[in-house]
Structures are given as C-alpha cells and as structure tokens.
C-alpha cells in the first residue's frame, strides 16, 4: 500500500514539474511569432507613420526598445485607451487586450525580448490603411497658432465645391499638427453665409452672428486623438449637400511654441446606392431635467438628461458623450415603453483626453415611445486631479475647457424590420 503511494507521488511529481518545465522552457515567446500579432492588431493602427500617437510601434526595434514602457501602459490598461464598460455595453470599435495577451507581453519582456524569426508566410500588417479618400478637403491656409501658452479656439470654413448632393460611407479627420489640435468639431454649411471665416476665434461677436444659421448638420463628426474614422454599412450614408462649406470649429492646446495647424477632413464617397440617410440625434444641456447646468465649487454634482417619448423608431448606429474636464462618469440607456432597458453607454472612469464615436456592433433598434436617458456626474472639489481651478471656482456652460458640458451625440437611421441583423463591420 504504501509502495503505491509512493508510486503515485512520483508520477505526480513528475507530471508537475512537466508543467513547470513547460511553462518555462517550452514557452520561449518570440517577437515575430508572439508579439507582434498583439502590437499590430491593438497599437499600430494609432501608433505608425501619420497615425495619431507619438510614435511607432511596428517593427521589433520600435518595441523592443519601449519594452518596459509597453509592459507598464498595458498592465494599467492606459493603452489602447478604451473607456467605455465592457460589460455594460461593447463595440465595434473596441479596443481591449486580452489578459492573455498583457501576461505574453510581459513575460516577453521579462525574458529578454526575443526576436525569433521573421514569418516569411506572413506579411507585416502596417495597422489597417484606408482606402484611397475620395474628397480630401484641408484648411485653405496654415493657421498661425498663438505662441503664449493660452488655449485657443478657432473657427474655418472650408468649401466642398461638390457639384452634387453626395452620400459618404466615412468620415475621417487628420490633425495637421498632432501635438496642438486637441480636438475639433466638423459642421456642415448648406447656406454658405459663414463661408470665408479663416480662423476667425470663438470669442469674436461675429460668431454670434453665424450661430444664428441654421446648419445641415451641427455635428458631422467630433474628433480629439484616438478617434478613427466612422463608417456606415452598405446602402446607408450621411448626406453631404451641393456646394455646402465645412464649418471646423477647433480647439488648440496651449504652447510656447511658434508652430501652424493645417488639418484635414477626408471623405469616402458610398460605392453604393444609398436608400438611408443617417441622421443625428443631439442631447444637450437643454434636456437636463434637474437645472440649472451649473456646479458649485468644491461639491459633485449629479445631472440628468431625458429625450422624453421619442416619436419614431430609430435604429442608432454609433453614441458620441460629451464632457469637459471635471466630467467624472457618463451613463446613458432608452427605457421602452415595455420597460426593458436597452444600454447604450457607460464610462466609470471619464477622460476627457479619450472620447470616441462608439460604433454598435449592428444597428441597435431603439422603439418608438422610448425615452433615452443619461446620467453625467462631475467633481469640482479640490479633490479631483483635473480641476483647472486652485481653489475651486463655479463652474457653467461653455465650450471652453474651463467651462463644462453634457453632450449626447447618436448616428441613426430611421428604423425598418430586420435592422438588428445588419452589421456594422467594415466592408
Ligand atoms: C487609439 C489610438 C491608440 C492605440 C490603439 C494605442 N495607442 Fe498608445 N498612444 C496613443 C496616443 C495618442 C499616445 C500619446 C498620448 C498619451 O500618452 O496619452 C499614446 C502613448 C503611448 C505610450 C506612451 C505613454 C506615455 O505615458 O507617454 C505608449 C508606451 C503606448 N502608447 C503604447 C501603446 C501600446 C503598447 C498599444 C497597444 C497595446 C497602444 N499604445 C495602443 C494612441 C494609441
């Protein structure tokens, strides 16, 4: 009896420190065969040539040489940046590493960073490059941007010249100069009575004139970095009317430096006939149920947001939010009229350095009689690391970054049957 105990223990010995033996030896991971699938799939859409982070992260010297620094931003999750729940609601557009794929990284690291051998089977991905852009439409001249350390916000028009009304799949913006541009917001002019304003600042009482205008599209699409292009699936499209003007209204973080800004918006015309017109629906500071919009010094405030009964059914396609610096969380779901709850989006942690066009997977059916609701809290305490403000002071609605706002933002078509199996994925 004990003679096969013993027995047992062995064989069990043994069988552990096979697993051991493998978990160390067996598991040399390489750069070529290991890594760069992870890196080419999750960093270097952002991290390349003309991409919107500092630098490159695609051949093995690019890596190799950040290891630490690598290992670091994906064990806190600071990279790639993606703020929204998971669990609560996930997108298309997703952004998350597998925990798998952090521990490889880092055992990678730690073990000396191997290159292993170049696949040649395998073709090195540079990220995901577009198709060639169809209209390509860039500032009329550089922008001398102030050189005092103050922040800016400015305001261009930029004509189409399009000769027709044209439907476009995709909407992409490129900062002409990526250190400054901290983030801009494209409108579409159908009228063309704010066209020839070059640089003209938010502060300049004609802007108050040119508020008055009535836009065919207030928010054709809102960028800060990290936001790649928005696409629509086959035979949907956002209207882009004859001979309208791009409105860019663009915000330019501080610098001592002399440097210009000449950024770009790229268009994707529909390959197809486009049947759908995508629309845009705007919760603003106006459907906050418990005014005023306004946050006490050194409290946290809680504000609500409600579209009341919606009077169609909508199919929604992407969720924009929208806030400033003392932002601190940002929920927003519909109720239908049967009480279920449909989310949509909710970020526990906001950074207003990291907001995205969250695209759904497929077209999310919101039901006619719905009411979309949002919830947005914010911290002005002297508690909160982002408070621009030492001490505190009250805070109200602006557009400037000192100032705060509470923004919803959605893509939708007007719903028809069959939409929640209609795919969202790049063609
Ligand atoms: C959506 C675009 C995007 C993706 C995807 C992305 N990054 Fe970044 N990354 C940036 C930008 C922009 C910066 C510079 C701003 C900053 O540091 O926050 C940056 C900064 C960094 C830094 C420097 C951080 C610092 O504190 O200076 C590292 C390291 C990094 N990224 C690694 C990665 C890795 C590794 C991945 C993939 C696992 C990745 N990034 C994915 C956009 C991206």
């Known amino acids: 009896m004990k003679r096969i105990n013993q027995f047992v223990f062995l064989v069990f010995l043994f069988l552990q420190i096979g697993t051991f033996a493998r978990g160390v030896f067996a598991q040399i991971l390489t750069f070529h065969d290991d890594i760069a699938p992870i890196i080419h799939t999750n960093c270097t859409p952002c991290h390349q040539q003309g991409g919107v982070a500092p630098f490159s992260l695609i051949s093995y010297e690019d890596v190799s040489k950040r290891g630490k620094f690598v290992t670091q931003v994906t064990q806190s999750r600071y990279m790639p940046p993606w703020k929204a729940d998971h669990e609560f609601r996930s997108f298309l557009n997703e952004r998350i590493l597998a925990q798998e794929d952090i521990n490889k990284i880092k055992n990678w690291v730690e073990s000396g960073m191997k290159e292993g051998k170049k696949r040649k089977d395998k073709k090195e991905p540079i990220g995901a490059p577009l198709p060639k852009p169809d209209l390509v439409l860039t500032m009329t001249k ?9 922040e800016d916000f400015r305001f261009f028009s930029i004509p189409t ?8 799949s995709a ?3 490129v900062a002409g100069n990526k250190q400054r541009v901290h983030h801009s917001r494209v409108m579409i002019d159908s009228t063309n009575k704010i066209r020839g304003i070059d640089g003209i600042s938010e502060a300049d009482p004609a802007v108050y004139k040119f508020q008055t205008v009535p836009l065919a599209d207030e928010f054709m699409y809102g960028w800060v970095p990290g936001n790649l292009p928005v696409f629509f699936p086959e035979g949907i499209g956002k ?9 860019l209204n663009m915000h330019y973080a501080p610098s001592p430096l002399k440097e210009t800004d000449q950024s770009t918006v790229r268009f994707y015309f529909a390959k197809t006939k486009v049947n759908r017109e995508v629309k845009t629906f705007i919760l603003k500071e106006d ?12 409290t946290k405030s809680t504000f609500y947001m409600s579209s009341g ?11 924009q939010p929208h806030a400033h610096v003392l932002g601190k969380s940002f929920k927003a779901f519909a109720i239908t009229p049967d009480g279920d709850m449909i989310p949509l989006i909710k970020i526990d942690n906001w950074d207003f350095n990291w907001q995205t066009t969250y695209q759904f997977k497929t077209l999310t059916h919101v039901p006619k009689g719905s009411v979309i609701m949002v919830e947005g809290t914010y911290d002005n305490t002297a508690g909160n690391p982002e408070n621009p403000n030492r001490p505190p002071k009250g805070v109200g609605y602006g557009w400037r970054t000192v100032d705060e706002m509470m923004n919803l ?8 049957q069959g939409d929640e199996n209609i795919s969202m994925e790049k063609r």
């Open 142 to 150: 550089p922008y001398n941007l102030p050189a005092d350390n103050s």
């Open 161 to 168: 010249n399009l000769p027709k009304d044209t439907y476009i």
């Open 171 to 173: 909407v992409e913006f």
């Open 239 to 247: 209207k882009l009317p004859k001979n309208a003007d791009l409105i």
């Open 287 to 298: 459907a906050i149920s418990n005014q005023p919009f306004f946050l006490p010094a050194n």
């Open 309 to 319: 009964a919606i009077d169609k059914d909508m199919s929604l396609l992407s969720i």
């Open 409 to 416: 933002i959605i893509y939708y078509v007007d719903y028809q």
